[in-house]
C-alpha cells in the first residue's frame, strides 16, 4: 500500500528511521482484553472480565454521582491545579498539598518521572517481572535500563523484587529506581525492613519511586506505611491510584507523593489539565469513603483466599499474593488455557511479555466470579469442553 493510511513503501516513510532511538524499538504495552473485544471476537456473551486487577464491587457509589454531577460542566476546564484533589490527598496522608502530583493514572506519573530525570546516558533500574510500565518509561527517554535479577522461583516472595540486588545495581548513571510494592504481575512485596534497607543504601541524588498501586489491599503486618519516610528520604517518590481499589480505572486519576522539589519538576512536564474534572471529583469522593475501601479489602481478602487454594487444589502453584490478583504457574504453556478460557467467556491475563510464558496473572474476583473461574479451569482439565 502506498496510500496515506499504508504502511509505506520502502522508498517512503523514511521519517520511521527518524523517530527518536528508544521510541523506535518501543513494543506498546499490552493490556488485558476488553470485554466489547471478546464479545466481538468469540461471539460471547456472559462474560468475566478478570485480566486487569479491576475492583469487582466497582467504585463508591459516592464516587460514581460526583462524576455523574461533575458531567454537568463538561464545557469547562478542568482546575489544572487540582487544588480540591491535592487538599484531599494531602490530608489524607497527612502531608504538604505542595508535595502532591497528580497524574492522568498513576501511570503517567511514571512516564513524568521518566521524562524529569532521564535522558540517554543516564539509567533507571528495576527488578525483572516488575510493572511492565517502567521498562517502556524508562525506554522512550532513550536512557539505559538496569533490569535486576528477581527472587528465584522457589524462595519466600518467588519472582519478587531482590531488594539487596537493586540497591547494589545502582551506578554513578543510575537516575531512578522503580520498585513496586506490591508488584504486579507477582504479588509478592517488599517488608518494611527490607524497603528501608534498599532506601538507606541507594544515595540521596537518585530518586527511588515506590509504587503502591495496590497498597490499599495489603493486611500483611509487616507491609511498610512508607508516608514517614519522606521526611528523611528527600528522594522518595510514593506512586497511588484511583485506578485498583477505589475502583475509578475509566477515569483515569493517580498521583505521586514526593519531596516538594521532586513536584515542582513533575509540574513543569506534566500537561496543563492532565487529570479531567470528572475524575478530580470522582477522586474526591472515593477518598473520603473509607468504608467502600475497607469492604473492597475484605472482599478481596476472602477472594484472595479462595481463588488461591481454589487454583492450588487443581494443582497449579500459586504463590501467597498480597495484591487483588495471583500469579499462577499452570505448568505447562499457559496461552493455550488463556484461549480456551476467552471460549468460556474468562478474560485472565497471560504473562509471556513478561517471561512467564507458562503463568496466568488472575484478578480475585466476587466469590460467585472466582467459582466460575474455578469450575472453567477444571472442566479444562477434564477435558469436558474444548
Ligand atoms: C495498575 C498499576 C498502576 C497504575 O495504573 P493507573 O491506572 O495508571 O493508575 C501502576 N503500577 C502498578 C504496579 C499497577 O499494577
Redo the contacts with the bound molecule.
Keep these: 500500500m502506498s496510500g496515506a493510511g499504508g504502511k509505506g513503501t520502502a522508498a517512503g516513510n523514511r521519517f520511521l528511521a527518524r523517530a527518536a532511538a528508544g521510541v523506535r524499538e518501543l513494543a506498546p504495552y499490552v493490556p488485558g482484553k476488553p470485554l466489547a473485544e471478546l464479545e466481538r471476537e468469540y461471539g460471547v456473551t456472559d462474560t468475566l472480565k478478570l485480566a486487569s486487577?479491576e475492583n469487582p464491587l466497582g467504585p463508591s457509589p459516592a464516587a460514581a454521582a460526583a462524576a455523574r454531577a461533575a458531567a454537568a460542566d463538561l464545557a469547562l476546564y478542568p482546575d489544572g491545579g487540582a487544588f480540591d484533589l491535592k487538599s484531599a490527598i494531602a490530608a489524607h496522608h497527612g502531608v504538604d498539598p505542595a508535595m502532591v502530583t497528580v497524574?492522568?493514572?498513576?501511570?503517567?506519573l511514571?512516564v513524568l518521572l521518566a521524562e524529569a530525570f532521564l535522558e540517554p546516558g543516564t539509567a533507571a533500574a528495576y527488578a525483572q517481572y516488575a510493572?511492565a510500565?517502567y521498562a517502556l518509561a524508562v525506554q522512550a527517554t532513550g536512557a539505559d535500563a538496569i533490569v535486576v535479577p528477581a527472587r528465584p522461583p522457589g524462595s519466600r516472595q518467588p519472582f519478587g523484587h531482590d531488594a539487596a540486588a537493586l540497591a547494589a545495581a545502582v551506578t554513578p548513571a543510575t537516575r531512578l529506581v522503580f520498585v513496586?510494592n506490591p508488584?504486579?504481575p507477582t504479588g509478592t512485596y517488599l517488608n518494611g525492613d527490607e524497603l528501608r534497607t534498599l532506601l538507606e543504601a541507594i544515595p540521596r541524588d537518585v530518586i527511588v519511586v515506590v509504587?503502591e498501586?495496590?497498597a490499599e489491599y495489603v493486611t500483611v503486618p509487616d507491609y511498610p506505611d512508607t508516608f514517614p519516610w519522606l521526611a528523611a528520604f528527600p528522594n522518595l517518590v510514593i506512586?497511588r491510584?484511583?485506578?485498583?481499589i477505589h475502583g475509578l480505572?475509566a477515569l483515569?486519576?493517580?498521583y505521586a507523593i514526593s519531596h516538594p522539589d521532586v513536584a515542582d519538576l513533575l509540574n513543569r512536564v506534566r500537561q496543563p489539565f492532565n487529570v479531567n474534572s470528572v475524575a478530580q471529583a470522582a477522586a474526591i469522593a472515593a477518598l473520603a469513603d473509607a468504608e467502600h475501601v475497607a469492604r473492597s479489602r475484605q472482599v478481596n481478602a476472602e477472594g484472595l483466599r479462595q481463588l488461591t487454594e481454589g487454583l492450588q487444589a487443581l494443582g497449579w502453584r500459586v504463590p501467597p499474593s498480597v495484591g487483588n490478583f495471583v500469579l499462577a504457574d499452570t505448568g505447562g504453556p499457559a496461552l493455550p488455557l488463556y484461549e480456551a478460557l476467552l471460549r468460556r467467556g474468562i478474560i485472565v491475563r497471560p504473562l509471556g511479555n513478561y517471561g512467564l510464558p507458562n503463568h496466568l496473572r488472575i484478578t480475585v474476583g466476587l466469590p460467585e466470579q472466582n467459582a466460575r473461574l474455578l469450575a472453567a479451569v477444571r472442566s479444562l482439565q477434564e477435558g469436558t469442553v474444548p
Excluded: I, P
Excluded at 497524574?103 to 503517567?108: F, T
Design positions: 486487577n497524574g492522568n493514572g498513576s501511570n503517567e511514571l510493572f510500565v513496586a508488584n504486579n509504587d498501586a495496590y506512586a491510584t484511583f485506578s485498583k480505572a483515569r486519576a493517580g
